[in-house]
């Protein structure tokens, strides 16, 4: 369940980017639904927006919504998630035009629906559905290691073989049909399998919507970018401000500390704000020991980053430049979902990285301990 709500935080960072429709008419989504109880409440979130925005029940296997968008874009319709009962939870990710949109699926399977009504939907079945049993394998091969069903290593390695494969298909559809949506969505997670010439090729081909979407902006800043930084590089500083409107600089926060962990968070992103709480305690426990903890909103709205950050009561240092997932920092170190987290010493190295979000172990725990809680350090 924590991989779920990973890849909704992630999709909703990497695949919220809409183009503009002109059908005045608005959508009208249709559904037909086997085997959901009756009177089960569907919700529509715009993922730009990290809020819902429509709803309706599911009476005799089907829903209707009605509405209008002025941008096409990746929604996401779920069921509401109870934390007593998380495997009821169901999610679809799929594309709203001003059209009209059908859903057919069934409960066990409702992430897989099939939905039909306009090109984009056409183009976007045809790249997910030679796939589809790859994605249901490597589903049970997840649900396998949390349940620590079988051999671990070899239940990963089963993983990455099907990610290399499910890669290698993205990659093929990319480079066969570049000037598209779904094709500009996969690049935010494929990137870094292209040299840049191949991709500054693809955005210089390009329809001039496109390359002024979101994901349009984020692969212009990923190909003028010289190196992401990974674990033993050299940092790459970054500025924003802070609530209070004061300008803030990582490098000149670096030095102050033995350890400062960079968190790349959202408000929308349920799994960073149950690591927020992991990260209280982390500070509670540290900071008269040298820990600092900086962390950097990738939400463009300033309200939504406010609000969260006084709901999540974050004391520590915490900045943005409200240019989301385009901005140049997340982009530096290859921020492609979320919660990714980076452990700093005062010399600006990076020593570690953690990324997701796991309920049983605090972010950097091992590394931390062994710092801060040995004889000679404290």
């Known amino acids: 369940m924590r991989l779920v709500l990973l890849l909704i935080a992630l999709l909703a960072l990497g695949c919220s980017e809409k183009i503009k429709t002109n059908n005045e008419s608005g959508y009208v989504i ?7 109880k009756d009177s089960t409440m569907l919700l529509l979130d715009e993922l730009s927006l990290s809020k ?16 209008k968008v002025e941008e096409t874009g990746r929604y ?27 859903i057919k699926g069934d409960y066990e399977n409702f992430r897989y629906a099939k939905v039909e009504g306009s090109k984009i939907h056409e183009l976007a079945w045809e790249f997910s559905s030679p796939r589809a ?9 997840v649900d396998s290691i949390q349940a620590n069903l079988g051999d671990r290593d070899s239940l990963r390695a089963q993983i990455f073989q099907i990610d290399s494969i499910t890669s290698a298909m993205s990659m093929e559809f990319v480079r066969q049909k570049p000037n598209n949506l779904v094709s500009l ?3 935010t997670f494929i990137n870094n399998k292209f040299s840049k010439d ?17 994901n349009g902006l984020a692969l212009k800043n990923y190909i003028a970018i010289d190196k992401i930084v990974e674990e033993g590089d050299k940092m790459v500083s970054m500025s924003g401000e802070n609530l209070e409107g004061e300008r803030v600089d990582l490098s000149s926060i670096i030095p102050q500390n033995e350890y400062t962990i960079l968190d790349f968070w959202a408000a929308g992103c349920g799994p960073c704000r149950w690591q927020s709480k992991q990260y209280a305690e982390l500070y509670e426990k540290y ?9 950097f909103s990738l939400d463009k709205n300033r309200n939504h980053w406010e609000g969260a950050s006084k709901e999540d009561n974050i004391t520590w240092i915490n900045m943005s430049d409200l240019k989301g997932i385009t901005g140049i920092a997340p982009m530096s170190y290859g921020i492609r979902g979320i919660p990714n987290s980076f452990l700093i010493d005062k010399n600006g190295i990076i020593v570690a990285e953690f990324y997701g979000y796991d309920k049983d172990k605090l972010p950097f725990a091992d590394e931390l301990t062994a710092f801060f809680d040995t004889d000679t350090n404290n």
């Open 198 to 214: 191949e991709l500054g090729k693809i955005y210089d081909g390009l329809d001039e919507e496109l390359k002024q979407s979101t």
């Open 30 to 36: 249709h559904g037909q639904l086997a085997h959901f």
């Open 185 to 187: 969505e996969q690049l």
């Open 133 to 141: 049993d790859l994605d249901k394998k490597r589903e049970k091969l």
């Open 287 to 295: 900071r008269e020991k040298g820990l600092e903890i900086v962390s």
């Open 52 to 67: 819902t925005i429509d709803s309706a029940l599911v009476i005799n296997n089907s829903f209707t919504l009605k509405g």
């Open 76 to 102: 996401l319709l779920k069921t509401k998630y109870d934390p007593a009962n998380p495997d009821a939870f169901k999610y679809l990710f799929f594309w709203i035009d001003n059209s009209d949109i059908t």
